[in-house]
């Protein structure tokens, strides 16, 4: 660590950083995040070091992360019935994963800022013609045509400004009554509740209001906080460093420095390398991190890099996300869980089983299917149990929407229909009733743990 150079949110620009938008307009992008870093901060310092401590409590088994939402979040879908559908649908299974484990379930949103992409390359060939690859909304539009894929600085402006839109709404949401246990029953949306899923959630929020109105009737009040208000956390990679840097502040409280883009921030699996500017970037500022981890890893630079990330080993500061495929979990997450054990290292284990799990179907749609990603999830479960170390968070891609990006799950979706309404511009999402499906498996996992 005595050689690292003294950190500034700034440092990070004499190291490599991968994956950012070749922006063409050197001054207009100096222009917009000298004008991003004057405007207010979209989360508080304060809640950043709420959200840690909850997550310190998970990595020690006595709470459960569920973090979730879309691939990449679009500018025309910043809509209040996307925001309120996506909210709900993790509500819903916020509920049935407390009911089930018993623990507080700490609910973090891919969302109010997940605007930036990594891409397996930097052009992609669209029928004969080479463009710029779609580096999400906060770089490029997803329009195959060349114009619309230059990166253009607007949008970094116009993604600060959704994401501040996006989270006004979903404070107004978490506090002002809609996320209020008394409404438990009202979350059910209306295309889920005819479905086998809609009605075990159905029969699952009755006990809930049933336990609230017993409890209203011996005379416990239910009409506090913890009832009425859900604590909701935002998170996002944190990609587009100039954007990060713009947004991350000194708090007056404890002088330390935060970027207040989002409450989490996770480092993707392409750009978490020791020398690079991401983990330059983030090991200064003191928000939760996640960091991703698949099957081309190497085990000691991760450990490496926890050093660098964590050097106090602090509870809460580390969540490892790991995404090797049904395939290859077995394989990979055992040496891992073992030699991050037996370094005494401080971090929360949560499962992503979306990245590793993607194929090109027949049809030609990039999907995944619901039982590798159910078999994933079991696979880390039971790993973990046998390592005994803690399984204790789940990472998915989802909406509230009634799309049709994954095949499987109760309704047994096929290839054929998944271009019924197929919206994604990035990875295929879960939809409504496949996320509500996934947690009530997961639910059984817990129950038996
Ligand atoms: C993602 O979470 O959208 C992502 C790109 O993941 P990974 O870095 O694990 O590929
Ligand atoms: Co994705």
């Known amino acids: ?44 310092a304060g809640e950043i070091r709420d959200l840690k401590t909850l997550l310190g409590k998970a990595g020690a088994g006595e709470a459960f992360l569920l973090q979730g939402g879309d691939c990449s979040e679009e500018f025309s879908r910043c809509t209040a019935p996307n925001i309120r559908e996506t909210l709900k649908v993790l509500l819903q299974m916020a509920v049935i994963l407390t009911y089930a ?99 075990s959630y159905e029969r699952l929020a009755k006990q809930i209001s049933h336990a609230l109105k017993f409890m209203e009737t011996i ?30 502040r000194e708090d007056s409280v404890d002088g330390g420095w935060y970027d207040c883009s989002g409450h989490m921030l996770w480092i993707g699996d392409r750009t978490r390398q020791l020398e690079g500017a991401h983990i330059e970037f983030l090991r200064g500022v003191n928000n939760p991190l996640g960091m991703k981890v698949g099957p081309n890893h190497n085990i000691d630079e991760i450990l490496r890099i926890l050093d660098r990330l964590n050097p106090e080993n602090e509870p809460g500061r580390m969540t490892l996300i790991t995404r090797f495929g049904a395939r290859q979990i077995e394989k990979h997450l055992p040496p891992l869980l073992r030699a991050i054990k037996s370094a005494g290292k401080e971090v929360l284990w949560s499962c992503d089983p979306m990245h590793a799990n993607t194929f090109n179907s027949e049809s030609g749609h990039k999907t995944r299917d619901f039982e590798n990603i159910l078999c994933e999830l079991r696979c880390f479960f039971e790993l973990h149990w046998s390592e005994g170390t803690v399984p204790g968070g789940v990472h998915f891609e989802l909406t509230g929407d009634d799309v049709t990006e994954c095949i499987g799950g109760a309704r047994k979706l096929s290839d054929a229909q998944l271009s019924q309404r197929y919206l994604t511009t990035c990875d295929p999402r879960l939809n409504a009733e496949q996320s509500l499906e996934m947690a009530f498996q997961i639910a059984e996992m817990i129950r038996t743990s």
């Open 101 to 199: 484990g018993d623990k507080p379930v700490v609910k973090v949103g891919r969302i109010a800022g997940q605007y930036a992409k990594p891409r397996s390359s930097d052009t992609e060939n669209v029928d004969g013609v080479e463009m710029p690859s779609y580096r999400g909304d906060m770089a490029n539009s997803a329009e195959p045509n060349l114009e619309a894929r230059i990166p253009d600085p607007e949008r970094l402006m116009k993604g600060y400004n959704m994401s501040a839109a996006t989270l006004n709404l979903l404070r107004a949401f978490t506090r002002g009554g809609f996320s209020s246990l008394h409404r438990v029953q009202a979350w059910n949306q209306e295309f889920v509740k005819r479905s086998p899923m809609g009605r």
């Open 1 to 44: 660590m005595s050689d690292l150079k003294q950190w500034s949110k700034s440092s990070w620009q004499q190291y490599e950083a991968l994956q950012q938008p070749n922006w063409p307009d050197k001054e207009k992008y100096e222009a917009v995040v000298s004008a991003l870093a004057t405007l207010p901060p979209l989360v508080f």
């Open 219 to 248: 005379g416990i009040a239910t009409d506090i906080p913890q009832m009425k208000q859900a604590q909701f956390f935002t998170s996002h990679e944190a990609l587009f460093l100039g954007y990060e840097e713009a947004l991350t």
